[in-house]
């Protein structure tokens, strides 16, 4: 049976999922088709139930629940870091909600969260990897930095103005949820099990192995050097990664009553997850 997997071309989902995609790891009676897209063309294709197996924005989870079901294993968490606001000088954070905002896409749970923390500043969507050069061009005045832009930006002439992850440390004392991966209900419960059995085995061989693993994910580390990629990895492929536990689905109740409350989204889904 041909499954198709969508999920981001970046250094972490890449580490992830290496061992299904070199088949280290198999899933016995299943071909994999890895789709690389951004992750907001995932959340949009999502909205249409097209893959059926793909990396969503835990904001877009809130949208799709209906058609797509949770994984256990493979959901990105920060553990006191996340997405962070940039700009080419310091801005007073009174002032952060006047200024234009380079967004990765606006069904992103950057995007949620910039809602969240700073209000309803004015935004263009950019492709995540264009956001520095858009901020330094003066395209915008702040960009959302998501993936390894979260490290990198210093070396760039960029200063992080605020730390989407940090705040929310701070108030809440979980980890961020960032990013989960979901499959199609339509698969039936046998299939989601071995699918998350599958994808469990190879963040486990990927953590086994770590410099093998990384030489695959520095193919889609834009330029980064191997510490930084593994950094960078290690961040966000993390226990979390390995399965959600209580505090990862604490996590996500919380980012979900919060973001209810604020009219943010329209409602809590269920955490069913597998």
Same mark, same amino acid.
């Given at each position: 049976?041909l499954? /198709?997997?969508? $999920?981001? %071309?970046?250094p972490?989902d890449?580490?992830m ?9 198999k899933i ?5 088709? =890895?789709v690389?897209? &951004? ?13 059926e ?17 949770m994984m256990?294993?493979?959901?990105s968490?920060?553990k006191?870091?996340?997405?962070i *606001?940039?700009a080419?000088?310091?801005?007073e954070?009174?002032?952060?909600e ?11 749970t950057?995007a *949620? ?7 309803d ?6 492709a995540?990897?264009?956001? %520095?050069?858009?901020v330094?061009?003066?395209q915008a ?5 998501? $993936? ?11 200063t992080?103005?605020?730390d989407?992850g940090? /705040? ?7 980890p961020? %949820? ?9 698969l039936?419960?046998?299939?989601h /099990? ?10 486990a061989?990927?953590?086994? =192995? ?8 520095? /193919?889609?580390?834009?330029?980064i050097d ?13 226990d ?10 604490a ?8 973001? $209810? ?10 955490l &069913?997850?597998?």
């Amino acid at each position: 049976m041909l499954i /198709r997997v969508g $999920h981001s %071309p970046d250094p972490d989902d890449a580490f992830m999922f290496y061992a299904l995609n070199s088949g280290k790891v198999k899933i016995p009676g299943i071909t994999i088709e =890895h789709v690389l897209e &951004d992750i907001e063309s995932l959340n949009r294709r999502a909205r249409t139930g097209e893959l059926e197996v793909t990396a969503v924005s835990a904001a877009t989870y809130t949208l799709v629940h209906d058609r797509y079901r949770m994984m256990d294993p493979g959901a990105s968490m920060g553990k006191g870091y996340g997405p962070i *606001l940039v700009a080419t000088q310091p801005i007073e954070r009174a002032k952060l909600e006047e200024k234009v905002v380079a967004i990765p896409g606006s069904h992103t749970t950057a995007a *949620l969260l910039l809602r969240l923390y700073v209000g309803d500043p004015p935004t263009i969507e950019v492709a995540f990897d264009q956001i %520095p050069r858009v901020v330094l061009e003066g395209q915008a005045d702040l960009g959302l930095l998501i $993936h390894e832009g979260q490290i990198t930006h210093a070396t760039l002439g960029l200063t992080k103005v605020l730390d989407l992850g940090e /705040r929310w440390a701070r108030e809440t004392g979980l980890p961020l %949820p960032l990013g989960v991966n979901v499959m199609r209900r339509d698969l039936g419960e046998d299939l989601h /099990r071995a699918l998350s059995r599958g994808l469990r085995d190879a963040i486990a061989w990927a953590h086994g =192995h770590v410099d093998e693993a990384l030489e695959y994910a520095m /193919r889609y580390g834009r330029g980064i050097d191997k510490e930084t990629c593994r950094r960078f990895v290690l961040m966000y492929v993390n226990d979390y990664t390995q399965t959600l536990g209580s505090e990862g689905h604490a996590a996500l109740e919380r980012l979900f009553t919060l973001a $209810h409350r604020r009219g943010l989204i329209p409602a809590i889904p269920p955490l &069913d997850t597998v």
